[in-house]
């Protein structure tokens, strides 16, 4: 199983940025869905997480401002950024927890930029 993330990049403050991230490979099912970013010197914490019928939780700092969504046909996990501030300046990856024919695994894709100006 892979993930390949798209998106990301440099945007000023108040400005919006998407991603996507596709799982392909070996999938029976996908359960959980998530963002995670990681800002430099810090932990990497969660930003959001859709679940497999849809339903979402956000990190309090994101609330409002984030959205997450997914296409289970496609296998794909979206972030919709908006009213971006600096602090959100980070690396963010995308996680899914993915059934493989009976075996559930955790994988993470590949880190994508963000740089907020202010």
């Known amino acids: 199983v892979q993930l390949q993330a798209f998106g990301g990049g440099l945007v000023h403050a108040g400005g919006s940025l998407s991603f996507s991230c596709a799982a392909s490979g070996s999938i029976f099912s996908i359960f959980t869905m998530a963002w995670y970013r990681q800002a430099p010197g810090k932990q990497r914490d969660l930003v959001a997480v859709i679940d497999s019928i849809g339903s979402t939780n956000y990190a309090n700092s994101v609330k409002g401002r984030f959205t997450i969504s997914r296409d289970n046909a496609k296998n794909t996990v979206y972030l919709q950024m908006n009213s971006l501030k600096p602090e959100d300046t980070a690396v963010y990856y995308c996680?899914?927890?993915?059934?493989?024919?009976?075996?559930?695994?955790?994988?993470w894709g590949q880190g994508t930029l963000v740089t907020v100006s202010s």
């Open positions: 996680n899914v927890n993915i059934n493989s024919g009976g075996r559930l695994t955790n994988y």
